[in-house]
């Protein structure tokens, strides 16, 4: 049985009595978990002894209260996907727990963190990298593991480790996809079945357009709202909107 942990001392407790000095491997998600966080799931536990996976919806990294509020929350349906994995503990704190200081202090980098997802979500990477932090200074893993799908955030998190000298291994994996292309998303849920269909043009169109000045007209005329499209040495990233749901992506530039 999967253990629930919610406080940090618990989680630390657990950590003391169960994993002591063989290896954890952690996945911070922010639940409403689909096989995008199940891949990192079961990448964590064939290559560790213990796995912990934390399940905190993060509130500081919401520049908008709608899309916080909207956000999925299925606990118990997490926790059933977890159990049957295999998981050995689930760690899901409330805010008072994560937040003794209530987010008086932050850690913020000040140069990737303020484009693409940062200039259209204003402080969205302090919220992220902070969380981050506390998660793995609580979680105290051998490894942790991100998708790439949040490519920024993977970076920003990779660049955070070696700033800080954190002990811990960062794990890329790979961006997991429907058929269709489209990146798998928690958000996923709240588009419509006529959405859905639509949605997988935006990986098609990121790999496809020429330029990102005509990436961003495609998306745009065929009904997303294209916030940016960004080249990035081997990367084309992007993020639009869709019935009102935000979606990111990015591809390998061909
Ligand atoms: N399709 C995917 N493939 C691989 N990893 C993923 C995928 N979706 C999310 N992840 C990773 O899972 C971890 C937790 O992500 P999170 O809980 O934000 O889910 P999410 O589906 O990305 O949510 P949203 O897309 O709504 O922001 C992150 O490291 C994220 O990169
Ligand atoms: C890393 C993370 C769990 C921090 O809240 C979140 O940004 C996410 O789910 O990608
Ligand atoms: N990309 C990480 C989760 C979020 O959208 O806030």
């Known amino acids: 049985m999967t253990q629930v942990l919610q406080s940090v001392a618990s989680f630390q407790a657990w950590r003391k009595e169960n994993v002591g000095t063989v290896t954890l ?55 059933r996907m977890l159990d049957e994995l295999g998981v050995d503990a689930v760690f899901a704190p409330s805010y008072e727990e994560m937040y003794p200081d209530d987010y008086r202090y932050k850690v913020s980098e000040s140069e990737l963190s303020t484009e693409l997802e940062g200039e259209h979500r204003p402080g969205h990477f302090d919220g992220v990298l902070t969380v981050v932090l506390k998660l793995l200074m609580a979680a105290n893993a051998t490894r942790a593991y991100f998708g790439e799908k949040d490519w920024q955030q993977l970076a920003l998190v990779k660049g955070m480790v070696d700033a800080f000298f954190l002990p811990v291994e960062i794990v890329p994996c790979p961006t997991i996809r429907e058929e269709s292309g489209l990146a798998m998303s928690s958000r996923n849920r709240r588009l419509s079945t006529e959405g859905l269909e639509k949605a997988a043009r935006f990986n098609q169109i990121l790999n496809t357009a020429e330029s990102e000045e005509s990436a961003v007209a495609a998306l745009n005329s065929e009904g997303f709202e294209a916030e940016y499209v960004a080249d990035r040495g081997d990367r084309r990233l992007g993020a639009v909107v869709l019935e009102g749901v935000r979606l990111i992506d990015n591809v390998e530039r061909s």
């Open 25 to 79: 491997g952690f996945v911070p998600t922010m639940g409403g978990l689909h096989e995008g966080h199940l891949a990192l799931v079961r990448r964590a536990l064939e290559e560790n002894d213990k796995v912990a996976v934390s399940v905190y919806l993060n509130r500081t990294q919401f520049n908008k209260l709608e899309d916080f509020e909207k956000y999925p929350a299925v606990f118990e349906e997490d926790l």
